[in-house]
């Protein structure tokens, strides 16, 4: 079977919390997507990339230079003449969205949104991205890849957790995913990483905070469960850096509550 092709998406928004959760649904669904926080940034990113993006999502109210001004602006750059552009506004003034669609916009989406329904616009305008079923290592360096790269512009901190249960019957680590993923931020991502481990990948957050997360889901959680913790940049300065130092540090945790175990038992089933 052919491979769908990569397709990219520029998503120009000021909200910090609306760029992370639709960045990440959309990467999720095999796009690539550049982010832009102001309109002088979209038109930098714009006019900077070599092949035009196949897809603007623009929100209208921008610091500064607000939505319409940059949608203005955008299409009297030639290749981008036939590029769709998806506003977004806060409200359905008609009078703004026609004003949009005058300028050149094809899609409108209010907020708030479900990704359901940003994922659903997306694709009727530019089709399906180019996503084969990833496992769930792949999805979790893929995440941490991304946050990583974000933090590292803000001298952020990015923690990830890896959560192991002892004696979890079977099938039961979609439930606790999914009780997790409901008491967590909507910024946080967790990924069942096998049959008894969780990943979770926690943006902003020191080892402090991920403690907090810890404490939180102990009290949340069925059964017995042990914990490791690596926090970038001060454990590793990428994925694969921060997931050694994490495993080594959920087998360590593991040890102390089953010394004398078999080697077998101890090691990871990720």
């Known amino acids: ?8 998406v520029l998503l120009v928004e000021d909200s910090t919390l609306t760029r992370f959760s639709s960045r990440r649904v959309l990467e999720e669904r095999g796009y690539l997507v550049d982010e832009a926080a102001s309109g002088q940034e979209a038109l930098v990113k714009a006019r900077g990339k070599g092949e035009p993006y196949d897809l603007v ?5 921008l610091p500064g230079m607000d939505g319409l001004a940059v949608l203005e602006n955008l299409k009297r750059l030639p290749e981008y003449r036939y590029v769709p552009v998806m506003v977004v506004t806060i409200e359905s003034n008609v009078a703004v969205v026609k004003k949009a669609i005058d300028l050149g916009a094809v899609e409108y989406l209010c907020k708030p949104y479900s990704v359901e329904e940003l994922v659903r616009r997306v ?4 089709g399906p991205g180019a996503r084969r079923e990833a496992t769930p290592a792949e999805l979790l360096h893929k995440v941490l890849r991304n946050e990583i790269n974000r933090a590292s512009r803000g001298a952020l901190n990015v ?3 890896l959560a192991r249960s002892e004696g979890l ?3 039961k680590i979609v ?4 009780q997790a993923r409901r008491r967590l931020r909507e910024i946080d991502t967790v990924i069942e990483l096998s049959k008894s481990t969780l990943a979770l990948v926690l943006p902003h957050t020191g080892k402090e905070g ?3 997360v810890i404490t939180k889901l102990a009290g949340l959680l069925p059964g017995t469960w042990s914990y490791g913790v690596a926090v970038y940049p001060d454990n590793g300065k990428d994925g694969e850096e921060l997931f050694a130092y994490a495993e080594a ?6 040890e102390k509550k089953n010394p004398g175990a078999p080697a077998q038992q101890q090691a990871l089933d990720t």
């Open 159 to 161: 923690a990830l957790v």
């Open 123 to 126: 694709e009727k305008l530019i």
């Open 57 to 61: 999502i623009l929100d209208i109210h």
């Open 1 to 8: 079977m052919l491979a769908l092709p990569e397709k990219s």
């Open 175 to 178: 439930e606790c995913a999914r």
């Open 169 to 171: 019957g079977k099938g």
């Open 210 to 212: 991920a403690q907090v």
């Open 249 to 254: 540090s959920l087998k360590e945790c593991w």
